[in-house]
Protein backbone atom coordinates (compact mmCIF):
# COMPACT_ATOMS: atom_id res chain seq x y z
CA UNK A 1 0.00 0.00 0.00
CA UNK A 2 1.01 3.64 -0.77
CA UNK A 3 0.43 6.79 0.70
CA UNK A 4 0.16 10.17 -1.68
CA UNK A 5 2.54 12.80 -0.73
CA UNK A 6 1.35 16.23 -1.60
CA UNK A 7 3.26 19.20 -2.86
CA UNK A 8 4.65 21.81 -0.51
CA UNK A 9 6.71 24.58 -0.40
CA UNK A 10 10.49 24.87 0.40
CA UNK A 11 12.02 28.18 0.63
CA UNK A 12 8.99 30.06 -0.95
CA UNK A 13 9.31 27.40 -3.86
CA UNK A 14 6.85 24.38 -4.53
CA UNK A 15 8.45 21.10 -3.57
CA UNK A 16 7.74 17.53 -2.85
CA UNK A 17 8.85 16.15 1.06
CA UNK A 18 9.78 12.50 0.56
CA UNK A 19 9.77 10.63 4.21
CA UNK A 20 10.42 6.72 3.91
CA UNK A 21 8.91 4.90 6.74
CA UNK A 22 12.48 3.81 8.25
CA UNK A 23 13.24 7.72 8.88
CA UNK A 24 15.30 8.45 5.19
CA UNK A 25 14.38 12.07 4.29
CA UNK A 26 14.55 14.30 1.13
CA UNK A 27 13.57 17.63 -0.43
CA UNK A 28 12.89 17.70 -4.11
CA UNK A 29 11.88 21.20 -5.30
CA UNK A 30 9.24 21.28 -9.16
CA UNK A 31 11.69 24.24 -9.43
CA UNK A 32 14.46 22.56 -11.78
CA UNK A 33 13.55 18.95 -10.30
CA UNK A 34 16.01 20.29 -7.81
CA UNK A 35 16.82 17.87 -4.77
CA UNK A 36 18.05 20.35 -2.35
CA UNK A 37 18.22 17.67 0.61
CA UNK A 38 18.70 14.08 1.56
CA UNK A 39 18.87 12.52 4.86
CA UNK A 40 19.39 8.63 5.01
CA UNK A 41 17.94 7.04 7.72
CA UNK A 42 19.70 7.69 10.96
CA UNK A 43 22.31 10.01 9.92
CA UNK A 44 23.02 13.74 9.25
CA UNK A 45 22.33 15.78 5.56
CA UNK A 46 24.41 14.01 2.79
CA UNK A 47 24.46 17.23 0.02
CA UNK A 48 26.30 20.63 0.43
CA UNK A 49 23.47 23.19 0.24
CA UNK A 50 25.12 26.66 -0.37
CA UNK A 51 23.29 29.27 2.05
CA UNK A 52 23.83 31.99 -0.15
CA UNK A 53 21.36 29.68 -2.90
CA UNK A 54 18.63 32.08 -4.67
CA UNK A 55 15.70 30.36 -4.25
CA UNK A 56 14.27 32.70 -6.72
CA UNK A 57 12.40 31.21 -10.07
CA UNK A 58 14.13 31.15 -13.66
CA UNK A 59 17.57 30.70 -11.29
CA UNK A 60 19.87 28.06 -10.71
CA UNK A 61 20.52 26.96 -6.96
CA UNK A 62 23.77 26.44 -5.75
CA UNK A 63 24.31 22.84 -4.24
CA UNK A 64 21.85 19.92 -3.81
CA UNK A 65 21.30 17.67 -7.31
CA UNK A 66 21.46 20.44 -9.79
CA UNK A 67 19.61 18.67 -13.12
CA UNK A 68 22.23 19.48 -16.41
CA UNK A 69 20.00 19.11 -19.44
CA UNK A 70 20.31 19.44 -22.64
CA UNK A 71 24.10 20.84 -22.72
CA UNK A 72 26.88 20.46 -20.29
CA UNK A 73 28.91 23.17 -19.33
CA UNK A 74 29.71 25.29 -22.41
CA UNK A 75 29.74 22.17 -24.70
CA UNK A 76 27.75 23.66 -27.33
CA UNK A 77 25.78 26.44 -28.20
CA UNK A 78 22.92 27.01 -25.44
CA UNK A 79 23.23 28.98 -21.95
CA UNK A 80 25.74 27.00 -19.54
CA UNK A 81 24.53 23.58 -18.11
CA UNK A 82 21.31 23.70 -20.72
CA UNK A 83 17.79 25.21 -19.77
CA UNK A 84 15.85 22.12 -17.23
CA UNK A 85 17.51 23.72 -14.00
CA UNK A 86 16.11 26.89 -14.58
CA UNK A 87 12.33 25.52 -15.70
CA UNK A 88 9.27 24.62 -13.35
CA UNK A 89 9.03 20.53 -13.63
CA UNK A 90 5.44 18.88 -13.72
CA UNK A 91 4.82 16.36 -10.47
CA UNK A 92 4.03 12.94 -12.08
CA UNK A 93 3.64 11.02 -9.10
CA UNK A 94 4.91 11.31 -5.60
CA UNK A 95 4.12 8.24 -2.68
CA UNK A 96 5.82 6.62 0.05
CA UNK A 97 5.78 2.74 0.59
CA UNK A 98 6.47 0.35 2.97
CA UNK A 99 9.63 0.59 2.19
CA UNK A 100 10.60 3.87 0.31
CA UNK A 101 9.78 6.95 -0.97
CA UNK A 102 9.57 7.68 -4.37
CA UNK A 103 8.63 11.03 -6.94
CA UNK A 104 9.04 11.65 -10.23
CA UNK A 105 8.94 14.99 -12.11
CA UNK A 106 8.51 15.79 -15.92
CA UNK A 107 9.59 17.84 -18.19
CA UNK A 108 8.43 18.77 -21.71
CA UNK A 109 9.61 21.02 -24.30
CA UNK A 110 7.44 24.61 -24.74
CA UNK A 111 7.46 27.62 -27.32
CA UNK A 112 10.90 28.71 -25.04
CA UNK A 113 12.75 25.56 -25.17
CA UNK A 114 11.78 25.53 -28.66
CA UNK A 115 13.31 28.96 -29.70
CA UNK A 116 16.73 27.66 -28.01
CA UNK A 117 16.58 23.80 -28.67
CA UNK A 118 14.02 23.16 -31.51
CA UNK A 119 13.30 19.56 -30.48
CA UNK A 120 10.07 17.77 -28.96
CA UNK A 121 11.31 16.25 -26.08
CA UNK A 122 10.12 14.73 -22.62
CA UNK A 123 12.32 14.25 -20.04
CA UNK A 124 11.81 12.85 -16.45
CA UNK A 125 13.56 12.33 -13.13
CA UNK A 126 12.98 9.57 -10.96
CA UNK A 127 13.93 10.42 -7.14
CA UNK A 128 13.88 7.26 -4.42
CA UNK A 129 15.24 6.81 -1.09
CA UNK A 130 15.41 3.94 1.27
CA UNK A 131 17.35 3.24 4.36
CA UNK A 132 20.97 4.58 3.31
CA UNK A 133 20.31 5.00 -0.23
CA UNK A 134 19.30 7.79 -2.76
CA UNK A 135 18.75 6.63 -6.40
CA UNK A 136 17.99 9.34 -8.95
CA UNK A 137 17.32 8.23 -13.22
CA UNK A 138 17.45 10.64 -15.65
CA UNK A 139 15.11 9.91 -18.61
CA UNK A 140 14.91 11.37 -22.02
CA UNK A 141 12.64 10.25 -24.74
CA UNK A 142 12.59 12.26 -28.69
CA UNK A 143 9.12 12.78 -29.26
CA UNK A 144 9.25 14.50 -32.47
CA UNK A 145 10.21 13.15 -36.34
CA UNK A 146 13.87 14.11 -36.14
CA UNK A 147 16.99 13.06 -34.30
CA UNK A 148 17.82 14.90 -31.70
CA UNK A 149 21.33 14.95 -29.71
CA UNK A 150 22.10 16.19 -26.19
CA UNK A 151 24.75 15.80 -23.08
CA UNK A 152 23.36 15.51 -19.72
CA UNK A 153 24.70 15.40 -15.79
CA UNK A 154 23.02 14.67 -12.30
CA UNK A 155 25.27 17.73 -10.84
CA UNK A 156 25.43 16.32 -6.98
CA UNK A 157 27.10 18.00 -4.54
CA UNK A 158 28.19 16.49 -1.75
CA UNK A 159 28.87 17.49 1.72
CA UNK A 160 32.13 17.58 3.00
CA UNK A 161 32.98 17.87 6.74
CA UNK A 162 37.27 17.14 6.52
CA UNK A 163 38.12 18.80 3.38
CA UNK A 164 41.97 18.26 3.96
CA UNK A 165 41.90 14.20 4.26
CA UNK A 166 38.60 13.61 1.46
CA UNK A 167 39.18 11.82 -1.00
CA UNK A 168 37.67 9.72 -3.99
CA UNK A 169 38.86 6.08 -4.65
CA UNK A 170 38.06 4.09 -7.43
CA UNK A 171 39.67 6.22 -10.14
CA UNK A 172 42.81 4.13 -11.52
CA UNK A 173 43.72 3.62 -14.75
CA UNK A 174 40.57 6.25 -16.20
CA UNK A 175 41.28 8.62 -18.95
CA UNK A 176 40.38 12.59 -17.71
CA UNK A 177 39.91 15.83 -19.58
CA UNK A 178 41.25 18.15 -17.16
CA UNK A 179 39.12 21.44 -17.93
CA UNK A 180 41.46 23.96 -15.50
CA UNK A 181 44.04 23.49 -17.93
CA UNK A 182 42.43 22.22 -21.06
CA UNK A 183 44.05 18.99 -21.45
CA UNK A 184 44.02 14.73 -21.39
CA UNK A 185 45.25 12.76 -18.33
CA UNK A 186 45.29 9.40 -17.42
CA UNK A 187 44.65 8.51 -13.62
CA UNK A 188 47.35 6.53 -11.70
CA UNK A 189 46.52 6.53 -8.40
CA UNK A 190 43.04 5.13 -6.77
CA UNK A 191 42.92 8.15 -4.79
CA UNK A 192 41.73 11.48 -5.80
CA UNK A 193 42.95 14.22 -3.03
CA UNK A 194 41.75 17.58 -3.09
CA UNK A 195 44.33 20.10 -3.76
CA UNK A 196 43.21 23.52 -5.18
CA UNK A 197 40.76 23.79 -7.99
CA UNK A 198 39.46 20.39 -9.31
CA UNK A 199 37.41 20.01 -12.84
CA UNK A 200 37.80 16.31 -14.27
CA UNK A 201 35.58 14.51 -17.12
CA UNK A 202 36.71 10.93 -15.94
CA UNK A 203 35.67 8.42 -19.35
CA UNK A 204 33.93 5.25 -19.52
CA UNK A 205 33.39 4.90 -15.48
CA UNK A 206 32.76 1.43 -14.68
CA UNK A 207 33.12 0.74 -11.07
CA UNK A 208 31.71 2.00 -8.21
CA UNK A 209 33.70 5.24 -6.81
CA UNK A 210 34.18 5.59 -2.74
CA UNK A 211 33.98 8.96 -0.96
CA UNK A 212 36.24 8.73 1.89
CA UNK A 213 35.37 12.10 4.28
CA UNK A 214 36.76 11.54 7.58
CA UNK A 215 34.69 8.39 9.09
CA UNK A 216 32.46 8.77 6.91
CA UNK A 217 32.13 6.90 3.39
CA UNK A 218 29.58 7.22 0.15
CA UNK A 219 29.91 4.25 -2.21
CA UNK A 220 28.94 5.77 -5.86
CA UNK A 221 27.74 4.00 -8.87
CA UNK A 222 25.93 5.17 -11.88
CA UNK A 223 24.66 3.36 -14.70
CA UNK A 224 23.95 4.84 -18.36
CA UNK A 225 25.75 8.14 -18.06
CA UNK A 226 29.38 7.18 -19.08
CA UNK A 227 31.26 9.94 -17.44
CA UNK A 228 31.93 10.93 -14.06
CA UNK A 229 32.83 14.78 -13.58
CA UNK A 230 34.60 15.40 -10.60
CA UNK A 231 34.97 19.48 -9.48
CA UNK A 232 35.59 21.53 -6.60
CA UNK A 233 36.10 24.93 -7.20
CA UNK A 234 39.08 25.57 -5.00
CA UNK A 235 39.47 28.69 -2.69
CA UNK A 236 40.03 31.18 -5.34
CA UNK A 237 37.05 30.61 -7.63
CA UNK A 238 34.99 29.20 -5.10
CA UNK A 239 35.59 32.82 -3.21
CA UNK A 240 34.45 34.59 -6.44
CA UNK A 241 31.58 32.76 -6.79
CA UNK A 242 28.51 34.97 -5.31
CA UNK A 243 25.82 32.59 -4.02
CA UNK A 244 28.71 30.65 -1.90
CA UNK A 245 29.98 31.72 1.36
CA UNK A 246 33.61 32.61 1.95
CA UNK A 247 34.90 29.04 2.44
CA UNK A 248 32.26 27.37 1.40
CA UNK A 249 33.93 25.31 -1.30
CA UNK A 250 36.15 23.48 1.29
CA UNK A 251 32.21 22.25 2.82
CA UNK A 252 31.66 20.27 -1.03
CA UNK A 253 32.78 18.13 -3.62
CA UNK A 254 30.61 17.44 -6.83
CA UNK A 255 30.90 13.87 -7.63
CA UNK A 256 28.13 14.08 -11.41
CA UNK A 257 27.12 11.18 -13.36
CA UNK A 258 27.23 12.74 -16.19
CA UNK A 259 27.22 12.46 -20.51
CA UNK A 260 29.14 15.20 -21.18
CA UNK A 261 32.29 14.32 -24.05
CA UNK A 262 29.83 12.05 -26.07
CA UNK A 263 26.40 13.43 -26.87
CA UNK A 264 23.15 10.73 -26.24
CA UNK A 265 21.93 10.50 -30.11
CA UNK A 266 18.57 9.59 -30.10
CA UNK A 267 15.99 8.77 -32.74
CA UNK A 268 12.29 9.86 -33.14
CA UNK A 269 10.51 7.53 -30.56
CA UNK A 270 13.80 6.36 -29.05
CA UNK A 271 14.01 6.85 -24.83
CA UNK A 272 17.61 7.01 -23.07
CA UNK A 273 18.22 6.93 -19.17
CA UNK A 274 21.11 7.26 -16.91
CA UNK A 275 20.92 6.16 -13.08
CA UNK A 276 23.28 7.44 -10.08
CA UNK A 277 22.98 5.19 -6.93
CA UNK A 278 24.66 7.03 -3.69
CA UNK A 279 24.74 4.74 -0.87
CA UNK A 280 26.14 5.79 2.89
CA UNK A 281 28.25 2.94 4.06
Known amino acids: MTTPISITRHQGLEAIELHAPDGARATLLLHGAHLVSWRPAGADEQLY ?11 AVRGGV ?13 QRHGFARGKPWQLVSAESGKDDSLAVL ?11 WPHAFEAEISI ?10 LACENRGEAPLSFTAALHTYLRLTS ?3 ASLQGLSGLAYWDSTIERAGTQHED ?4 DGETDRIYQDVKHDLTLRDGDRRLAIWQQGFSDAVIWNPGEEKGDALVDMPAGGWKEMLCVEAAQALRPIELQP ?4 AGLQTIVLL
Open 191 to 194: LLRL
Open 49 to 59: LSPKSAFTTGQ
Open 66 to 78: PVIFPQFATRGPL
Open 163 to 165: YMS
Open 128 to 137: RIAGRALEME
Open 269 to 272: GETW
Open 106 to 116: RLTDDAATRMV
